[in-house]
């Protein structure tokens, strides 16, 4: 059974750091792309950074150039974004996920983890 738990979110204040974690079981996240996700309240889910298969990062959303990271820790099979500069747009709840060769989610949905960044 794959499972991937989302953890490290928090409250912070505008221009603080996070770091969330995506530990997964059942599946072997180097062998796979993935990708960090956000949906902020009333809005869709979006997709906010993204590392190939390769390990190489391919994408991430104009809102968080330079200011996230995406990385993965192929021995503890976890999945990383560095938030930095953060900023209350950025509130949100995080997922992360596993992504098809087309680019789509492969996983059912964790429950997230709660960013929430003070003015």
């Known amino acids: 059974q794959v499972q991937l738990v989302e953890s490290g979110g928090g409250l912070v204040q505008t221009g603080g750091s996070l770091r969330l974690s995506c530990a997964a079981s059942?599946?072997?996240?180097?062998?796979?792309?993935m990708g960090w996700y956000r949906q902020a309240p009333g809005m869709q889910r979006e997709l906010v950074a993204r590392?190939?298969?390769?390990?190489?990062?391919?994408y991430y959303t104009d809102s968080v150039k330079g200011r996230f990271t995406i990385s993965r820790d192929n021995a503890k099979n976890t999945g990383y974004l560095q938030m930095n500069s953060l900023k209350p747009e950025d509130t949100a709840v995080y997922y992360c996920?596993?992504?098809?060769?087309?680019?789509?989610?492969?996983?059912?949905w964790g429950q997230g983890t709660q960013v929430t960044v003070s003015s």
């Open positions: 590392v190939n298969s390769g390990g190489i990062t391919d």
């Open positions: 996920n596993v992504l098809t060769l087309g680019g789509l989610p492969l996983v059912s």
């Open positions: 059942g599946i072997v996240l180097s062998r796979n792309a």
